[in-house]
Nanobody, 113 residues
């Protein structure tokens, strides 16, 4: 029951930027696809972006061109660079593998003027 640990969230104005980090165990992180998900109040958790072990990426249409997912396999760390943030991006952001079994606490991102 090892949970990933998300960090880097906060309050930012529209148009601003944040960089989220996700620390995972080697056994969980190594050689697997990892992704970012988010859940806004009253909404279902939704897919944001994913990255395979060898660097292939995919994004939700709502964030494409604004967010960039990356990973550092040596540090067992996943990142999400979030630029040009919009109020609609406000949510709790989570990282996980594609099995989506063990969820961490997430990190709150609030975009508001």
């Amino acid at each position: 029951q090892v949970q990933p640990v998300e960090s880097g969230g906060g309050l930012v104005q529209p148009g601003g930027s944040l960089r989220l980090s996700c620390a995972a165990s080697r056994s969980r992180f190594s050689m697997v696809t990892m992704g970012w998900y988010r859940q806004a109040p009253g909404k279902q958790r939704e897919f944001v972006a994913l990255i395979t072990h060898d660097g292939t990426t995919r994004y939700a249409d709502s964030v494409k061109g604004r967010f960039t997912i990356s990973r550092d396999n040596a540090k067992n760390t996943l990142y999400l660079q979030m630029n040009s943030l919009k109020p609609e991006d406000t949510a709790v952001y989570y990282c996980n593998d594609l099995a989506n079994i063990d969820w961490g606490q997430g990190t709150q991102v609030t975009v508001s003027s």
